[in-house]
């Protein structure tokens, strides 16, 4: 099986180029893998699947979706809210129509209207305010022969637009851990949070709850690692809370070998998000690498880590009161923290190791490759290995089997 396989690739400053070197070592063991050049709209010859990972980003993977419109495939869905990536291939190229009709596609003809007021400049941009209100992604879901998808909160929402093709939950791959000296900062003891800084990322809920930690705890400190997002007045609100260099550590972008470094240099990580466009973190993943403890937002894929990792918090009028209380059990409870840290290693080892994740990604492509025959002879070998220890149709095991089938889409 000769698979194409398109994404970003670094040195692109992309998640979801990060991921694609992190996988394709694996993957190319257990299948032949060309890698699609950058701006190719047609796959190699000999080619048996196509596989596409799409994100948000029309830079990045712009090109990919032209690609996919000549080669329907395989779609790894990194976000499940498309709606930024769409404006960049429609407004983004002066083809304000093309936008119309995918916000009445979404949204009948409210949807058309509200993208008129968005043509005129009457509104601010639905992409930036309203993002998942219009998700946009009825072209990509119309063009995928299967979904691969990294939780069950990014499968349901296609299923609910939908969408009746195959989809595989595969994990997000896990790092293995470089072997990093912690950089010397102090804290004690000391949160990270990493990504653009803006309210979506909750700072202003973080900031309230980690000033009101440090009346506690004064040696506490808050290491802020990213890019300020434009028109987030961040140096307002730390003087209105009173937090200043002392408690708060402050960072731009930085490459991967110096986030490692901070990342290990922290007792905890903070990765908070509202509203999810379904996407996973790329920075929640690598702290189960390190062995961290997260606080987390309860929405979307974070809700699906298990609670022996991850502290999640309800996006509600009490955000900040239970922040601050996750805080401050992480903040006196070493024990916590440690227990945390170990079920995180423990996690990114097995349920998040590349080699499964690859096994996983083979998998799904011989299955949507091979087509019936191979769920056909996947279910055959259950069925005969059920039968040969004695399992007769309709005992409750024989139920069992059926329901395990139903959860991986076999059997349907």
């Not at 009709?101 to 008129?116: C, F, I, K, Q």
């Not at 307002?236 to 930085?254: A, F, K, N, T």
């Not at 097995?350 to 799904?364: F, I, K, M, T």
């Not at 279910?379 to 039968?387: D, H, K, Q």
Request: proline share 6%; charged share 25%; with cysteine.
């Amino acid at each position: 099986m000769k698979v194409a396989y398109f994404s970003p690739m670094p040195p692109e400053r992309s998640g979801i180029a990060d991921y694609s070197a992190l996988l394709l070592p694996e993957l190319e063991r257990r299948v032949d893998v060309a890698v699609v050049r950058r701006r190719k709209k047609k796959p190699p010859r000999g080619t048996d699947i196509c596989l596409y990972q799409v994100g948000n980003n029309p830079d990045a993977h712009g090109w990919i979706v032209e690609a996919l419109r000549r080669t329907p495939g395989v779609v790894v869905l990194h976000d499940f809210v498309l709606h930024h990536l769409v404006a960049g291939l429609t407004i983004g190229r002066r083809d304000g129509h093309s936008y119309l009709a995918a916000m009445e596609r979404e949204g009948g003809v409210v949807g058309r209207l509200l993208g008129h007021a968005v043509l005129d400049k009457r509104i601010p941009p639905l992409w930036e305010n309203r993002p998942e209100d219009f998700h946009l992604a009825g072209e990509v879901l119309d063009l995928a022969t299967g979904l691969i998808v990294h939780s069950h909160y990014v499968a349901g929402r296609a299923r609910a637009a939908g969408y009746g093709g195959p989809i595989w939950q595969i994990p997000h791959p896990a790092w293995v851990a470089p072997s990093v000296v912690p950089e010397d900062v102090s804290g004690a003891p000391l949160f990270g949070a990493f990504g653009n800084l803006n309210a979506t990322k909750r700072v202003p809920q973080l900031l309230e709850a980690f000033a009101r930690v440090r009346t506690a705890h004064p040696g506490a400190r808050l290491l802020l690692v990213g890019a300020t997002s434009p028109g987030f007045d961040l140096d307002r609100r730390l003087q209105r809370l009173g937090l200043d260099s002392d408690g708060l550590i402050r960072e731009g972008y930085v490459d991967e070998a110096r986030l490692w470094s901070l990342m290990a240099a922290c007792d905890a990580i903070v990765s908070l998000r509202a509203p999810t466009m379904g996407e996973t973190s790329g920075t929640a993943i690598r702290a189960l690498a390190l062995g961290k403890p997260l606080v987390v937002s309860d929405v979307g894929w974070f809700s699906e880590l298990p609670d022996d990792v991850a502290l999640k918090v309800a996006v509600d009028t009490r955000e900040a009161d239970t922040l601050t209380a996750a805080l401050e059990l992480l903040a006196t409870r070493v024990d916590v923290r440690a227990a945390m840290g170990a079920a995180a290693l423990a996690l990114a080892a097995s349920g998040h190791s590349v080699e499964r994740v690859a096994d996983l990604y083979a998998a799904a492509l011989e299955e949507s490759a091979g087509g019936s025959a191979v769920s056909d002879a996947v279910l055959g070998e259950i069925a005969a290995a059920a039968a040969e220890v004695g399992i007769e149709p309709g005992a409750a095991n024989a139920g069992e089997i059926a329901r395990r089938l139903a959860e991986v889409e076999l059997g349907r």
